[in-house]
């Protein structure tokens, strides 16, 4: 069965750092997402993608956060300068067209230092 | 209202026992309604997708209420591998792609 990775699973950074998050979405998707989860706290919406560009953002989707699909395979979050409360489980999504369930990765769990 | 509601439990039931969650929303114009499970710490996993008809998967049956817009998921003979968090999760407005909204999830603890 077809599956959403995501890389790397645990990533460490300093507040203030550059990190990337990335992720390969199932094939013959279209719409791409992030979500992320603080520990204890619900799966919260960040960003949706279709076509090349954002579809719709959260008001957690900032300055800070970034995507991109660079490659037409790889879907990838970018957050430029990172805060403690960034630290979360960060979960990549895709879903192919309409009503359509998304299908999540294993997540990177991001901690900021 | 918050736009998807769930009594975060624990339900705390013995195996073999039937237990049904109830979820609330509040966005009318919602297309779709699914049921995810999610593990300690890993990602959400789709359960089954809830039809205002109902739909049944073995021991899993989903409901979906428009009028009183609430979605609901019942266990039957649960298992110690049911023991998880549930989501109930509502989707978009027609058009586009499906942007889904997650309850805070119910808590099962199957016992022996």
């Known amino acids: 069965e077809p599956e959403v990775t995501q890389t790397p699973s645990h990533q460490v950074t300093q507040m203030g750092q550059e990190v990337i998050l990335r992720c390969v979405p199932i094939s013959n998707h279209l719409y791409f997402y992030w979500y992320r989860q603080i520990l204890g706290q619900k799966v919260e919406f960040l960003v949706s993608f279709y076509n090349n560009e954002i579809s719709e953002k959260s008001e957690i989707f900032d300055d800070q956060f970034s995507v991109e699909r660079p490659d037409g395979s790889n879907f990838t979050l970018k957050i430029r300068s990172t805060k403690l409360e960034d630290s979360a489980m960060y979960f990549c999504?895709?879903?192919?067209?309409?009503?359509?369930?998304?299908?999540f990765g294993n997540g990177t769990r991001l901690t900021v230092t | 209202r918050k736009e998807v509601e769930q009594d975060p439990g624990p339900f705390n039931v013995p195996e073999g026992a039937t237990v049904a969650f109830n979820c609330t929303y509040s966005n009318s114009a919602s297309q779709s309604f699914f049921w995810y499970r999610q593990d300690c710490r890993k990602e959400p996993k789709l359960l089954m997708s809830?039809?205002?008809s109902g739909n049944e998967d073995g021991r899993f049956t989903a409901q979906l209420n428009r009028a009183s817009q609430y979605i609901s998921l019942l266990i039957r003979d649960s298992k110690l591998s049911d023991s998880a968090t549930y989501l109930c999760?509502?989707?978009?407005?027609?058009?586009?792609?499906?942007?889904?909204?997650f309850g805070t999830g119910t808590q099962l603890k199957v016992e022996l």
């Open positions: 809830v039809y205002s």
């Open positions: 999504a895709s879903s192919s067209i309409g009503d359509s369930p998304l299908h």
């Open positions: 999760a509502r989707g978009g407005i027609a058009g586009g792609g499906n942007k889904l909204t």
